[in-house]
């Protein structure tokens, strides 16, 4: 039997409220791929919804257990990053990717979204942010994160095609060869998830049908099947299609459902789609 992927997820974990590590850990699972969590900050649930949250930081953590790993000889085929409690815990991220050279390194910047930044993010955390984007082969920013990188307002308007590839050509100088921002709506009227891969000079959209809800986790979905269809081998257009799919879905089957927005989607029924490996979108050029 081949032996499996093996993920290290930095990322935070919540209690209650499908997001993060909750969302991760069987997304990436049902495609084949083991995930070991080395975990920003224990939380009883998501911030947004259940009033005053339980937190624990565990910044002190992440550094023991990378030790831990390499005593062990454990190797990991990725590096994957999200939600960040502390500027120090951008310096453990660093630590644990220069640990595991071969790795591919996933940032998924989480920052804000809608235009505005989340409140546990100050400016100095924001600018360290940068060099963990810096430091990565891939990054998965929705429009917010896209524009605090690069330290432009966040746009008011659809953007144009030009604009929108000008975007995904500044946040790959930065670094990455490769960016994915979510959300992203354009002047002809589509919503899309676009994506650029610097190597092949190549854009990509996924369009996709937008639902008149806004459910925590979503974007962690996407960043976890996005990354397991790298690893699995998968073109960019292609992970980007099913993750693409995978989130209408489970968003739509939610939304019909009625299921209270501070749950999150409802992963449990949606999965076995993710099983079939299979996608049902078009993926186009940008």
């Known amino acids: 039997m081949s032996e499996l992927k093996r993920v290290a997820a930095i990322h935070d974990l919540s209690g209650v409220g499908r997001c993060s590590l909750s969302v991760i850990f069987p997304t990436l699972s049902v495609m084949g791929i083991q995930v ?66 071969t790795a591919l ?46 330290g432009i307002p966040y746009p008011q308007a659809p953007l144009t095609v030009g604009e ?7 946040l790959s100088q930065k670094g990455p060869k490769t960016v994915v921002i979510t959300g992203v709506m354009l002047a002809a009227g589509e919503v899309c998830n676009i994506g650029y891969d610097r190597e092949q000079n190549a854009f990509w959209r996924v369009p996709y049908e937008m ?13 976890s099947i996005l990354t397991g269809g790298i690893l699995l081998g998968d073109s960019l257009p292609i992970a980007m299609t099913r993750a693409t799919a995978f989130c209408e879905y489970a968003i739509k089957t939610t939304f019909s ?8 989607v409802m992963l449990e029924k949606c999965l076995p789609m993710l099983a079939e490996k299979q996608s049902f979108m078009e993926f186009r050029q940008l």
């Open 257 to 264: 459902y009625g299921s209270p927005t501070r749950e999150g």
């Open 36 to 101: 070991c969590a080395l975990p920003t900050a224990l939380l009883s649930t998501h911030t947004n919804g259940f009033g005053e949250v339980v937190l624990k930081d565990m910044t002190d953590y992440i550094p023991d257990a990378l030790r831990h790993y390499l005593a062990a000889g454990i190797d990991f085929d990725c590096v994957y990053s999200g939600f960040l409690a502390s500027e120090e815990q951008v310096t453990h991220c660093l630590e644990v990717m220069d640990s595991f050279r």
């Open 105 to 150: 390194r996933v940032v998924d910047p989480v920052m804000g979204d809608g235009g505005k930044r989340y409140r546990t993010y100050n400016d100095a955390l924001c600018r360290r942010m940068g060099e963990l984007v810096a430091a990565a082969d891939i990054i998965t920013p929705n429009l917010t994160e896209a524009s605090i990188l690069l």
């Open 211 to 223: 639902i008149p809800r806004s459910y925590p986790g979503t974007g962690d979905i996407f960043a």
């Open 164 to 170: 929108a590839k000008q975007i995904l050509v500044k």
